[in-house]
């Protein structure tokens, strides 16, 4: 059937009566890349944490795979959904950096080798080889959030789901995980993205959901979605930085075009350089 | 006489033999707007924890040169004194909550330096409004979201009044509106009279509030000077630093057209771009 993740008519009311999520409704296809964004407290990590089943509808459905969250367990669910939280130190329970990478693909019951041959290509696709040895919580923020990563990724989920996953990364790693989700985004994985980071997304993703007060106010490309004010307005959101420099500089060529990143801003740019583009 | 001085200092965490900090030498002078940035492990964060003590005093380690607050040395002042003059807001708030409401959370560090009822709840009040948080007074801090917390945490530490605001990574949980108005109200703490050290990455928002920038890598100061003159520079760049994308725009355009001067805020660059262009003064 393709669909990866459905939601219908979600509701969510907290213990504490705050109703975090009001009615969404959501179908996200195998081998999507999507990203949602939205203010604190628009629901985000809520609607996430449905995903895997660690919080259950108060009212309507998720189907995971077609698997009503509801009539499963969440190791049942983890085993084909990962999720990357945000705030590592809650992740870790091992002494270990190498142990806490083992420590799912253990409990799933793989061989002895492969476990030892995943970990090792994990870590040193992170940078974490060295740290081996050492306790999660010695790393620096940076380094746990790799670590979180990596503990996900070497099990193989098929729907990858990050929150927040540069925060607190320099450029070389937000490279790296760019080029992470290209390549398990070719390898048909889905990927969900939770994130402030809209340069990020618009560099990578083509579909972009954005939330606010609980609800789903947008759900489509980038470009349609970014270069429209009462959105952004409604979502608290900030232009990224390319769109924000065209909006500020009110050059109508450039306003039409409504470049995304570095790459299409410059060959606007070249374009009006060249006089072939439409000075007024 | 500058209100922080860290003179020749290197540093090794307890068991580690590759140093944390090496050679660091720099200068922070009553009301400069400090920013430091450089990749994931170079040394950020435990840089501004030599600020008020927390290194060496908590962390133990090999302390070699001296950091001087207010021209005294830390390692002979406890971490409680030298926290009346510098304030630290850390990257995650919630290492940093105590309390079960944030009205508590803010009384917590007035009640331990003594102050009078009065004070407290005036200060209490001024912080609340500042940071646009009054509607979550009776909340639970935990039970916020991060971005929330975080404001609680910087409310907590703004109403004690220390001379230098020392935040590391302060925006990282925030959403970009709420980090744009969080960073602005860091530029307005400033320009009150408030010394400021920004640990930040989100470098398009806070560059043109920062007079001084120092960039680490491997624990060393690689490059320091006015963000102007080192963010459009290729050691930049080299060392991961996340340029604001405009900067990296007209650098790849240098070849094909003069730019004067590079830009350092949104504003600025859409002038730079429109001089490019030849949308001149006519706009």
């Known amino acids: 059937m393709g669909e990866a993740i459905e939601?219908?008519?979600?509701?969510?009311?907290?213990?504490?009566?705050?109703v975090a999520l009001k009615g969404i409704n959501l179908e996200i296809r195998l081998g999507e890349k999507v990203a949602i964004v939205g203010p604190n407290g628009a629901g985000k990590s809520t609607l996430i944490k449905h995903f895997n089943g660690l919080l259950k509808p108060t009212k309507g459905v998720v189907r995971v795979f077609g698997v009503d969250t509801r009539k499963t367990t969440v190791a049942t669910l983890a085993r084909r959904i990962g999720i990357v939280f945000q705030n590592p130190y809650h992740q870790f329970f091992s002494e270990k950096v190498w142990d806490e990478v083992a420590f799912a693909l253990k409990n799933f019951g793989f061989p002895e080798e492969t476990i030892r041959h995943r970990v090792t290509k994990v870590l040193r696709l992170f940078d974490l080889y060295d740290y081996a040895d050492r306790s999660p919580f010695t790393l620096s923020s940076g380094e746990m959030r790799r670590l979180a990563m990596a503990s996900i990724l070497a099990y193989d989920p098929d729907i990858i789901v990050f929150d927040e996953p540069t925060v607190g990364q320099d450029r070389f790693h937000k490279e790296k995980i760019r080029e992470y989700i290209k390549l398990l985004s070719s390898q048909g994985k889905t990927i969900i993205l939770v994130t402030h980071d809209i340069d990020f997304v618009v560099e990578e993703f083509d579909r972009l959901i954005v939330m606010s007060e609980g609800r789903i106010i947008a759900d489509g490309a980038p470009r349609e979605i970014l270069y429209n004010e009462e959105i952004l307005t409604k979502a608290s959101l900030i232009l990224p930085?390319?769109?924000?420099?065209?909006?500020?500089?009110?050059?109508?060529?450039?306003?039409?075009?409504?470049?995304l990143t570095e790459?299409?801003?410059?060959?606007?740019?070249?374009g009006i350089l060249r006089g072939d583009g439409g000075r007024c | 006489m500058p209100i922080i001085e860290v003179d020749n200092l290197t540093y090794y965490y307890p068991g580690s033999s590759k140093p944390a900090l090496a050679n660091i030498s720099l200068n922070v002078e009553k009301g400069d707007f400090l920013l430091i940035t450089g990749p994931s492990g170079s040394g950020k964060?435990?840089?501004?924890?030599?600020?008020?003590?927390?290194?060496?005093?908590?962390?133990?380690?090999?302390?070699?040169?001296?950091?001087?607050?207010?021209?005294?040395?830390?390692?002979?002042?406890?971490?409680?004194?030298?926290?009346?003059?510098?304030?630290?807001?850390?990257?995650?708030?919630?290492?940093?909550?105590?309390?079960l409401s944030v009205e508590r959370e803010i009384a917590f560090g007035l009640e331990n330096l003594g102050l009078p009822?009065?004070?407290?709840?005036?200060?209490?009040?001024?912080?609340?409004?500042?940071?646009?948080?009054?509607?979550?007074?009776?909340?639970?801090?935990?039970?916020?979201?991060?971005?929330?917390?975080?404001?609680?945490?910087?409310?907590?530490?703004?109403?004690?009044?220390?001379?230098?605001?020392?935040?590391?990574?302060?925006?990282?949980?925030?959403?970009?509106?709420?980090?744009?108005?969080?960073?602005?109200?860091?530029?307005?703490?400033?320009?009150?009279?408030?010394?400021?050290?920004?640990?930040?990455?989100?470098?398009?928002?806070?560059?043109?509030?920062?007079?001084?920038?120092?960039?680490?890598?491997n624990g060393r100061i690689v490059v320091k000077g006015e963000p102007r003159n080192i963010l459009p520079s290729d050691i930049a760049e080299e060392c991961g630093v996340d340029v604001p994308r405009y900067i990296r725009f007209f650098k790849r355009i240098s070849n094909l057209a003069k730019i004067s001067r590079y830009p350092i805020s949104d504003e600025e660059a859409a002038e730079t771009l429109k001089e490019v262009l030849g949308y001149g003064r006519s706009y």
């Open chain 1, 7 to 18: 939601v219908r008519n979600l509701w969510y009311i907290y213990p504490n009566g705050v």
């Open chain 2, 45 to 99: 964060s435990t840089l501004v924890r030599t600020f008020n003590g927390l290194i060496p005093h908590l962390f133990g380690g090999r302390f070699e040169g001296k950091v001087l607050v207010k021209g005294k040395d830390t390692r002979y002042c406890s971490v409680a004194e030298l926290s009346k003059t510098v304030g630290i807001v850390f990257q995650d708030p919630e290492n940093q909550i105590l309390t």
């Open chain 1, 241 to 259: 930085q390319i769109p924000r420099l065209v909006k500020y500089s009110e050059i109508p060529f450039l306003l039409k075009h409504k470049p």
């Open chain 2, 117 to 217: 009822r009065k004070v407290i709840r005036e200060r209490m009040e001024k912080v609340l409004k500042d940071l646009n948080i009054v509607h979550l007074r009776e909340r639970i801090p935990i039970e916020l979201s991060v971005g929330e917390q975080q404001k609680v945490i910087v409310a907590s530490i703004i109403a004690m009044m220390p001379e230098v605001l020392v935040f590391d990574e302060p925006t990282a949980h925030m959403d970009p509106l709420s980090a744009l108005k969080f960073l602005e109200l860091v530029h307005e703490l400033n320009k009150r009279g408030y010394t400021v050290v920004v640990v930040e990455h989100r470098l398009d928002l806070v560059a043109k509030y920062a007079n001084k920038i120092i960039i680490l890598n």
């Open chain 1, 263 to 270: 790459d299409e801003l410059l060959i606007a740019v070249l």
